[in-house]
């Protein structure tokens, strides 16, 4: 991979593998990089909350043009297949050039391209004496993935420039002058234990082998969603099977898909047979029912040892109800650009904490109006049931601003260097442009980047002549401002 073309972007990007930096994990990725700032002899600062901001000045006769900021995110989206055995706070992910030559993928993990790239990218511009640019900053934020934490701290007044080049999107060839906004709800279904009925057996069922992705780029793919055909299985057995919920485990972040799902069920002894065939009926059904979208569902049951206790009986039905109302997927799509979604939930995470069961959603909208519909009917399917629901971690969507001179500018340029128009593009996942916007009135953004496919998901690979054209891009569109 070091030997890749831009060298020296593919050099820092490895080297950005090498730090554990999932979301949460900060303080060695933000050391890290204001190490390099400062080695370059360049201003650097590190905020409270451990976003850096890296100052190179302008090239000869460029001091009096408009700063350009070049903003990207430190950490990335701990995903990995269930058999792999990977520490995400620990290892170094396990980059690769694919057999084929024309893809970088990881081992079993996701590969952190998203948005290590756009780090990496910055970094090189950074170093480079060669490259032509008016005043430069680079933007580092931390926790993006996981609330946009990093942006939401960054106060008014810091940054100096006037232009804004968001590093973070992920198809070659395209502008993006838009994005939804996004708000957190977790609700929270406390319970006391009862005991589990004397001669009942436990069986453990598990789902796996879904694709999953990134729950804003991917949303409108129609993949299934591990926590909503688990809990629809669930639904079944416990009506008509006697079964009894004591456990239930599914997704494992906010803004991922849920791929994987599993629960612990008791019932009877002499329904083991009648319950393994129901699980095998559910695997065909699922099978059957996303194909050509999934290609690799697994949904199994072992006998494993009977817990002492499981949830009440009226906890464990509104939970069962409340997951099954919950909206998943697309709810709108935007009227004036029907390919484009406006406003999607994802149900992503049902965890256990204690006697708690926890379950989170991230709801995303470029209509702040359709996000706040969305949240209410998210609300009351919790609400019904019984449930402590809360919302937090709200952000703004970016609003488009087809005027923007940027974007004149770079699609003239990418036309010239490449031959043909770039596609202009509002995003439904969510940029930290919007937030960076709210304290920075008027400041002209673009995002772009190279083509990363399966962000958030084992599958994660960036595509290595995009990274080219993309440099090439980004090296023209800084001489031209």
Not at 180 to 196: L, Q, Y
């Amino acid at each position: 991979m070091k030997n890749l073309q831009p060298q020296a972007l593919w050099n820092h990007f490895h080297s950005l593998t090498q730090i554990p930096r999932p979301s949460g994990k900060k303080e060695e990725i933000s050391r890290f990089l204001a190490d390099f700032g400062r080695s370059l002899g360049l201003e650097t600062v590190t905020d409270e909350i451990g976003n850096v901001i890296i100052r190179k000045p302008a090239s000869p006769g460029y001091e009096n043009h408009p700063g350009v900021i070049l903003q990207g995110h430190m950490d990335m989206v701990p995903q990995k297949n269930n058999d792999k055995v990977f520490d995400f706070e620990k290892d170094a992910i396990q980059a690769y050039v694919e057999d084929n030559g024309e893809w970088v993928t990881a081992d079993g993990t996701t590969l952190g391209a998203d948005n290590g790239i756009g780090v990496a990218t910055a970094m090189a511009i950074l170093a480079d004496k060669n490259v032509v640019h008016p005043p430069l900053e680079a933007f580092f934020t931390v926790d993006e993935e996981t609330g946009m934490y990093g942006a939401q701290a960054l106060q008014g007044g810091v940054l100096q420039g006037k232009i804004l080049l968001n590093l973070d999107s992920e198809t070659e060839g395209e502008l993006y002058i838009g994005c939804a906004g996004g708000v957190d709800g977790t609700a929270r279904f406390p319970f006391t234990p009862v005991e589990t009925e004397e001669g009942d057996i436990a069986l453990k069922v598990t789902l796996t082998g879904l694709k999953g992705g990134h729950s804003g780029c991917d949303i409108h793919l129609q993949r299934a969603n591990a926590n909503k055909l688990l809990f629809r299985f669930l639904k079944d057995a416990v009506a008509n099977y006697e079964a009894r919920l004591a456990s239930v485990e599914g997704g494992s972040l906010r803004n991922a898909i849920p791929r994987e799902a599993c629960a612990v069920i008791t019932i009877p002894a002499d329904g083991k047979d009648e319950m393994m065939q129901l699980v095998a009926d559910y695997e065909d059904l699922f099978i059957r029912e996303y194909d050509g979208v999934e290609d690799n569902i697994r949904f199994t049951a072992e006998e494993t040892a009977c817990p002492k206790t499981e949830m009440p009986e009226d906890v464990q039905d509104f939970l069962i109800h409340a997951i099954t109302i919950c909206p998943h997927g697309v709810y709108r799509m935007i009227p004036e650009m029907p390919d484009v979604v406006e406003t999607s939930n994802n149900l992503s995470t049902v965890s256990m904490e204690g006697n708690c069961v926890k379950v989170l959603c991230l709801t995303r909208s470029s209509v702040e109006s359709r996000k706040e519909e969305l949240r209410q009917i998210i609300e009351s399917a919790f609400a019904i049931a019984g449930a402590e629901i809360e919302f937090s971690g709200s952000y703004p969507g970016w609003k488009p601003n087809l005027n923007s001179r940027i974007l004149g500018v770079m699609q003239d340029i990418y036309k010239k260097e490449f031959g043909r128009e770039p596609r202009i593009i509002t995003i439904h996942a969510g940029l930290e442009c919007g937030i960076i916007g709210r304290n920075y009135p008027g400041m002209d953004m673009i995002s772009f980047g190279p083509t990363i496919e399966h962000p958030h998901s084992p599958d994660e690979r960036v595509n290595i002549a995009t990274v080219q054209k993309y440099w090439q891009f980004l090296l023209a569109t800084l001489k031209a401002l």
